[in-house]
């Protein structure tokens, strides 16, 4: 990996009491029988809720990196080669997809379980009635949300962890953001997901290329409901 294995032991601390704690109000949350509704997508509440979440885990991540380069601890630089890297990427969606798609093959057998109806946040079809809150939604989830969870677990919580080990800081934030949904049947293929985005991330040094698979992830999956 690229710059300074130094490490800083209490921003660790401070960045895993952080994401633990993201997991746990995941966690209550489901466990609370807070119910998803199921227009979430087509209302701007949502949107402007979510904003609000983010830009709180922002200044969060901001101060914890505070005083050390922002730079090297998020990984803010290109990668050697964009024609490697969104190579790599694309061949890190087509493993995630696979996965999904022998994840939920195995599901089918013990009954009719889906991580994506678990989280809720896919809708079940257009509504042109409400495209504006939808665009809005949109946009949230296929660039904001990407953006700052990978700066919070391939950013910040790799370098934070790679000092004691990049298989670590791999495995250990890519299970941490699968914790941080708050689901159970939905857990291992985020899990996998994270840990593969977290791959791309230390081969090509960078933290633009795990962003745009996640962006593109997310967009892929809205776009797709509300088209079938």
């Not at 089918?108 to 946040?121: I, R, T, V, Y």
């Not at 989830?141 to 969870?149: I, K, L």
């Amino acid at each position: 990996m690229h710059g300074t294995v130094e490490r800083h032991g209490g921003r660790l601390t401070a960045w895993l009491v952080f994401v633990v704690a993201l997991a746990l109000l995941g966690y209550a949350s489901r466990l609370g029988g807070s119910d998803t509704p199921d227009d979430l997508a087509y209302r701007y509440s949502s949107s402007i809720a979510a904003l609000v979440q983010y830009g709180v885990m922002l200044g969060i991540l901001l101060l914890i990196a505070r005083g050390l380069s922002r730079r090297e601890l998020f990984a803010l630089r290109r990668p050697s080669s964009w024609g490697r890297a969104i190579g790599l990427a694309v061949l890190a969606l087509l493993a995630i997809y696979a996965a999904a798609i022998l994840y939920e093959q195995a599901l089918s057998l013990f009954g009719d379980w889906s991580p994506e109806d678990e989280q809720g946040l896919v809708p079940s079809g257009w509504d042109s009635s409400r495209a504006g809150a939808f665009v809005a939604f949109f946009i949230v989830v296929t660039f904001v949300a990407p953006a700052v969870e990978e700066l919070t677990y391939r950013g910040l919580g790799i370098s934070l962890v790679a000092p004691w080990g990049v298989v670590l800081a791999v495995v250990a934030t890519g299970v941490l953001f699968g914790a941080a949904h708050g689901l159970v049947v939905g857990f291992p293929i985020l899990a996998f997901f994270g840990i593969v985005n977290g791959v791309l991330r230390v081969r090509t040094d960078s933290i633009y290329p795990p962003m745009i698979l996640h962006a593109a992830f997310n967009g892929i999956a809205l776009i797709a409901a509300v088209s079938t």
